[in-house]
Each structure stands twice: as C-alpha cells, then as structure tokens.
C-alpha cells in the first residue's frame, strides 16, 4: 500500500508538474561539454569508445554524453555518462535495469553502496550508489550507477523523478544526468569483491572531476 501511495502521489505531482511547465518556458542551463573530460584521472588513462549511431542516440535523446574505457595497472574500468538538459520534451532518463537487460545482460544481484568521495573543495561526503552484477552467457559485470543533479547524488529511480517533478516546479528546470561504471568480473571472482574494490576506486577519482562538468 505504501508503495502505491508513493507512486500515486508521485504521478499526481509529474501532473502538477507537467500543467505548470506548459505554461512557462523552462530554463535549460549549459553545462561544459564532454569534450573538455580529461583522459587521464587519478592513475586511471582513458580510451574513447566508438560514438553512439543516430539509432541509439534518437532512443536515449541525451543532449551530451561520455562513453570510454579506462585502464589501470590494476584493472579495466567502463564509463558511460548521458546529460539531459531537459526532460519536459518526453526525452528522460533510461535505467540500466530496463537497458541492459534489453542488451541480453541478466540481473544476478542488486543492492546499493555507500560510499566516501571528495565533494565541494575536497570536503569528505557520503554518496550511495547502486552495485548490480549481470551475466550474459559466461561473461559477468559489475555495475556501480547513479543519478545525478543539481548537487545531488540518488540511487532509487522513485527518488530522481519526484526531484524531476519538484525541480521542474521549483526551478523550472528538468536537466539531470546518469554516471555508469562497469567493471569485468573475472570468472573466479564468485564475491566479486576485486571488481568491486576496482570499481569503488575508480568512481572515487571519477567524482571530484564529473561534479564540475553538472550544472547546480
């Protein structure tokens, strides 16, 4: 019951949300641009990946996006970054639970992880982030992800639409933007706990650079 409680109020509010935009125009900020993301962070040395076809860039509708590799002497990290600058035109946010497994990857375990980075000026802060393991054949992965705007860090899917919507009322801004790192698990790591470690690293040297690349 709760739960539909939520949903419903949450629909009510998108409503409310959707009525109030249509009668002004939305401020969209201009965030730096991608291009601009350094290669090399933290230890870490990055490899651009292939862009994204005019298919899969029509389906997402992210108005800019990161997509690379990168390597350390201790493993291999994945990133993929999508920014919307606005999600009032029907372009959202696609979870990686819908998008994955559309890919053929299935869902092994989830969970969420807290996590220590470095916020504003170095200060510690707390985050949590989703953890996901897919498998696709014999080919495992973990998954570290999260939603980001406006200074804020969300791992639940409810949480960043009912900021969508009160943003949207509030600010009269919808942009926001989704952080994926995926790490290989090798075949012996039945506890993940190498990639995880991997992963918890790179997202910890990630951080501090991707915050001033999001509009506040």
Known sequence: MLIRAVILTTLFLAT???VAQASKSEVVPIPASFVTFPMEIGGWKGRQEPPFTDDILAVLGVDDYLTRTYFSPEGV????VGYWGTQSQGDTIHSPLNCLPGAGWEPLSKSTLALEVAGAAGAPRQIAINR???????ARQLVLYWYQSHGRVIASEYVGKFYL???SIELNRTDAAIVRVIVPLAADDNDTAEAERLGVQFVKSLFPVLNTYFPV
């Open 77 to 80: 990290a994945g990133l993929y």
């Open 132 to 138: 996901y393991v897919i498998q696709k054949g014999l």
């Open 165 to 167: 919507v009160k943003d």
């Open 16 to 18: 409310f949300g959707l």
